[in-house]
């Protein structure tokens, strides 16, 4: 296990809410292994293509993580992750901290298609954006407001 891989104990957390393997098509890779790719690349920040052989193929890793981004399947870890736990009561929704910052869009970033975009191989379309994600329009040009 290297250096900012999932533990055996945040592992076995997270598995249970992990898509299984069914259906037609070829079985998926480990998901601990592609996991653990998707966080080295977030965490240092270098192209899919540079990832480490050690993750698996570069493009396994990053149709996953894209796969999973678009279908909802992060926000459904996340909800079930966060609600295991609360009941175990390590959560204190006492303590809340709202922070925001404003990033700075393209010009070209206005133009957007309003389709939701679609998944290779899947027939169902991917779950749209919430209405209050968009760029606005201010002084310093288009930004947009991420809390």
Do not use: Y
């Amino acid at each position: 296990m290297g250096r900012g891989d999932l533990s055996d104990e945040e592992w076995a957390r997270l598995e249970p809410h992990l898509p299984a393997n069914r259906g037609r098509g070829g079985r998926w890779q480990c998901h601990r292994r592609v996991i653990n790719g998707i966080l080295f690349r977030q965490r240092t920040g270098l192209p899919w293509r540079d990832l480490p052989p050690c993750f698996g193929s570069w493009k396994t890793v990053h149709d996953r993580h894209r796969r999973w981004s678009a279908d909802g399947t992060w926000e459904r870890i996340l909800r079930a992750v966060q609600a295991d736990a609360d009941a175990e009561g390590h959560i204190d929704w006492s303590m809340v901290s709202v922070d925001s910052t404003t990033c700075r869009a393209h010009q070209h970033a206005a133009g957007a298609s309003a389709r939701a975009p679609k998944i290779p191989g899947r027939r169902r379309s991917p779950e749209r954006h919430h209405s209050d994600e968009a760029l606005g329009r201010s002084r310093g040009g288009l930004t947009s407001k991420i809390h």
